[in-house]
């Protein structure tokens, strides 16, 4: 169990995509997670990864989705061998103001990117064009051709699209605020601070906003309050840390930001519907 380091085959485009083949032999089934965005577009053969709580059988012309720092494993190979092509890039190289302004969506807030696989499952359009984006990039890698790069930023743009309308419902998204890009240095302050004491005063003046300006700003842009982003950013977290750490839940709940035991088990409870422990277990299993 352990954060991955995704070494880029481009600095640039903070990417990297590779073919990769599985034998059917017994899995160590090794939890891991990582900050990039994956892919994978299954090309031969059949097996089963595993996303958190959610197992999912993927077969020839299958897609699979996996979200930001989501712990997920290869949980079995169904065929004698599976070929496949995994694709991991860095949501923040692309987030210009246009993808800024679906940050609930591609950063989460909402929920996990993963729970898009349940539409892939049931579109062989869908899949379709998601599987043919990740080969052609996968291509433009492999020959470098002149203008590769332009042509897979291109490519990475066109699966966020995808991703973004194959959801109808368009009830949470903000067209009318040009100032979102604003946050971008505010969740790269969170995300380094986590353990720390997050003041709204010190983040509102980033952003050269009153208190009270921020606060409404940002509640509606993102959808939730300030300090709900910031919980949601702890637990998320700390979900990793339970599987990749060997520390108690004490130290997990200090680790990122919260020394009240009683209010980290009822945040963890509130999003994750079990305990510290329970959650443990049930992704051991």
Known sequence: MYDEAILYQNNMLGIKIFEHMKIKEPLLRKWHYHRELELLC????????????????????????????????????LSDKVVYVILHFD?????????????????????????????????????????STILSIYREMDSRRRGYEFAISLHIKHLLLTI??????????????????????V?????????????????????????????????????VSFVEFVNIQRIKKAERLLLTENSNITEIALSVGISNMTHFYDLFKRYNHCSPKEYVRRLSK
């Open 164 to 185: 973004l309308r194959c959801e109808q419902d368009e009830s949470r998204d903000h067209y009318d605020l040009p100032f979102a890009y604003k946050l971008h240095s």
């Open 187 to 223: 969740f790269d302050y969170v995300e380094r601070h986590l353990s720390d004491k997050i003041d709204m005063e010190i983040i509102s003046k980033m952003t050269n906003m009153s208190y009270h300006y921020f606060s409404k700003f940002f509640k509606k842009t993102i959808g």
């Open 42 to 77: 299954i090309l031969e053969g059949a097996m089963e990864m595993r996303i958190q709580e959610q197992v999912y059988p993927l077969h020839a012309g299958d897609v699979l989705l996996i979200g930001s720092s989501q712990p997920h494993a290869t949980w079995s190979v």
């Open 91 to 131: 949501l923040h190289v692309y987030s210009d103001p246009f993808v800024m302004l679906y940050y609930r969506i591609f950063h989460e807030v909402d929920g996990p990117l993963s729970r898009y696989n349940n539409l892939f499952q049931g579109n062989d359009d869908l899949k379709k064009e998601i599987g």
